[in-house]
C-alpha cells in the first residue's frame, strides 16, 4: 500500500494553468478509473473536487479538470486564483479493494 | 444537510485504547459504504478503514491491521472504529467519510487522537 507519488509543490501566476500529477501502478490508478482529487485548505476539512478521473461534483468549478494516461491521473486548474493555493491530494481505488491516498501536492499562487 | 460528527478522540498513552465514533445525519446512512481517514500533524491523508453498507466487507491499512476494527450500527446511524494497542505513530486527526462509488463525497470535522507518554 505504498502512496501514489505527487510533486511536492506546484506553483503559477494568477491567470495560469498548472497541472499535478499522480503516478501509481497498474494495481491502483493504471487499474481503474477511480481517482478522485481532494483540495484542503489549512486547518480545513479535505474537499473533493474530481471522482472517478474526470468528473467535478456539483458545485466545483469547471477550471478543474482530471485525467489520466496508464499509471498516471492528472489534475489541471486553469485560471489560477488566489483561493486556489491549498493542498492537493490524489487518491485511487486499488486491486485489494483498499483506497491509497497521493504523498500530496502544495500550489502557490505567485 | 449531510453531517458527519466524529467524537472519542484525546490523549492516550502507548499501547492504551480509543474508540472513535462518527455519528451521521442528513442522507441515509444504510446506503452507504464508509470510510475511516487520518491525518498525522502536518503530514498527508492516509486511508485507514472501509466498511461496506451492511458490514460484511471490511478492509483496513496494513499500518492498522489486527489493530483497529471498523463497525457501523445502522439503527443509530454511527459508525465506529475501535483503536487498541495504539503508537505514537497513530497520532493524527482522525476523519470518518462518505463513500460515494469509490470516493470519499463528505467529510466530518474530524477528532484529534494523541499517543503520548
Known amino acids: 500500500q505504498s502512496a501514489l507519488t505527487q510533486p511536492a509543490s506546484v506553483s503559477g501566476s494568477p491567470g495560469q494553468s498548472i497541472t499535478i500529477s499522480c503516478t501509481g501502478t497498474?494495481?491502483?490508478?493504471?487499474?481503474?478509473?477511480?481517482v478522485s482529487w481532494y483540495q484542503q485548505h489549512p486547518d480545513k476539512v479535505p474537499k473533493l473536487m474530481i471522482y472517478d478521473v474526470a468528473d467535478r461534483p456539483s458545485g466545483v468549478s469547471n477550471r478543474f479538470s482530471g485525467s489520466k494516461s496508464g499509471n498516471t491521473a492528472s489534475l489541471t486548474i486553469s485560471g489560477l486564483q488566489a483561493e486556489d493555493e491549498a493542498d492537493y491530494y490524489c487518491s485511487s481505488y486499488t486491486t485489494s479493494s483498499t483506497l491509497v491516498f497521493g504523498t500530496g501536492t502544495k500550489v502557490t499562487v505567485l | 444537510e449531510v453531517q458527519l460528527v466524529e467524537s472519542g478522540g484525546g490523549l492516550v498513552k502507548p499501547g492504551g485504547s480509543l474508540r472513535l465514533s462518527c455519528a451521521a445525519s442528513g442522507f441515509t446512512f444504510s446506503s452507504y459504504s464508509m470510510n475511516w481517514v487520518r491525518q498525522a500533524p502536518g503530514k498527508g491523508l492516509e486511508w485507514v478503514s472501509s466498511?461496506?453498507?451492511?458490514?460484511?466487507?471490511?478492509y483496513y491499512a496494513d499500518s492498522v491491521k489486527g489493530r483497529f476494527t471498523i463497525s457501523r450500527d445502522n439503527a443509530k446511524n454511527s459508525l465506529y472504529l475501535q483503536m487498541i494497542s495504539l503508537r505514537a505513530e497513530d497520532t493524527a486527526v482522525y476523519y470518518c467519510?462518505?463513500?460515494?462509488?469509490?470516493?470519499?463525497?463528505?467529510w466530518g470535522q474530524g477528532t484529534l487522537v494523541t499517543v503520548s507518554s
Open positions: 466498511i461496506s453498507v451492511s458490514g460484511n466487507y471490511i
Open positions: 497498474s494495481s491502483d490508478v493504471g487499474g481503474y478509473n477511480y
Open positions: 467519510a462518505r463513500n460515494q462509488g469509490t470516493t470519499g463525497d463528505c
